[in-house]
């Protein structure tokens, strides 16, 4: 058996194919392009949908989409999404993919398949109680517990991105303030960047923690300030749940365990002792391919 799996993010969208084994036969992406409103992202989903199954067949058994917004998952409706994707509260893309193309469509919030695909297929392989966070565009985050996400009274749980970090702190595109991914995300870390540096240049995470490890004072200092700021935010999620594993996926998350140790040295002086013991924090390593195969672990 083979699905269609699509992955939207405040930036990118993934998309390929995922056989039933959770092998990834095919990867592709392009941008969101969020800002040009959501009849045009609903257009772009479906052109996908189309491309993908010209390119591959039509013999498939369902499409599986990950998308950034809180997501009532047995609706597949867009309860609420920040405006990273404007206008994309509210839309029905269960109903609308459903209607367009005769295969099941599952639909969940990215970060919620993200942990259902590390679940299935990455880090978190035979874990069924931990905590996700994606470190993005925004910061999403997921809650599994026995082995399924924790959806709270009405599928919106796990917006870890929207703690409160610094009160009164900067304006986040959710309509408040000082909220985590403002300061934590890999948009912080190059927005950050790109002020305390001062370069006209067009900075992103891998060329940062580059120059960090490549032992540049004032990119040392970025990332130890934004590691900073991850730590305090999972200084609350610790004290909350006392987890024995958080898996740490986004774009950074290429940076191995050097991203997690960093992490750990600012949360080890942040938390009681006593929550340290069992803790373990890791990075994702499904990559990219995550929210596409906890869309379909979803759909199966
Ligand atoms: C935001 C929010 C979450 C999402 C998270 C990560 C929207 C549109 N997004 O906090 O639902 O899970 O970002 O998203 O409401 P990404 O864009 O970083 O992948
Ligand atoms: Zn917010």
Redesign the pocket.
């Given at each position: 058996m083979k699905y269609l799996a699509v992955d939207i993010?405040?930036?990118g969208i993934k998309y390929g194919i995922v056989e039933d084994n959770g092998n990834v036969l095919a990867l592709y992406n392009m941008d969101t392009e969020a800002s040009k409103g959501a009849n045009c992202l609903i257009e772009k989903v479906k052109d996908i949908i189309r491309f993908l199954l010209k390119e591959h067949g039509e013999d498939i058994d369902g499409i599986g989409i990950s998308t950034?917004?809180?997501v009532d998952r047995v609706a597949g409706e867009i309860i609420?999404?920040?405006d990273?994707?404007p206008g994309?509260t509210g839309v029905k893309l269960k109903e609308i993919i459903e209607k367009e193309f005769s295969y099941p469509c599952y639909v969940d919030?990215?970060?919620n398949c993200a942990a259902l695909g590390e679940m299935w297929a990455g880090a978190a392989k035979g874990e069924k109680n931990f905590l996700c966070l994606?470190l993005?565009?925004?910061?999403?985050g997921a809650i599994v517990l026995n082995g399924d996400v924790f959806t709270g009274s009405s599928y919106s749980a796990g917006?870890f991105?929207?703690m409160n970090l610094y009160p009164n702190g900067m304006e986040c595109n959710c309509g408040h303030r000082g909220c985590y991914?403002r300061y934590a995300?890999t948009s912080a870390l190059v927005k950050f960047a790109q002020e305390k540096a001062g370069t006209i240049e067009k900075l992103n995470g891998k060329i940062i923690f580059e120059r960090a490890n490549n032992g540049e004072k004032i990119y040392k200092d970025i990332v130890n300030q934004w590691t900073y700021n991850v730590a305090l935010g999972l200084k609350s999620l610790v004290h909350i749940f006392n987890p024995s594993l958080i898996i740490i996926g986004g774009g950074v998350s290429a940076q191995g365990n050097l991203i997690t140790d960093l992490i750990k040295e600012h949360l080890n002086n942040m938390i009681m002792p006593s929550f340290n013991k069992n803790l373990m924090l890791k990075v994702a390593s499904c990559g990219n391919k995550a929210g596409m195969l906890g869309a379909v672990y979803g759909l199966k």
């Open positions: 993010g405040g930036t950034a917004g809180q609420f999404a920040t990273a994707i994309w919030n990215d970060v994606t993005g565009t925004g910061i999403g917006e991105g929207h991914e995300s």
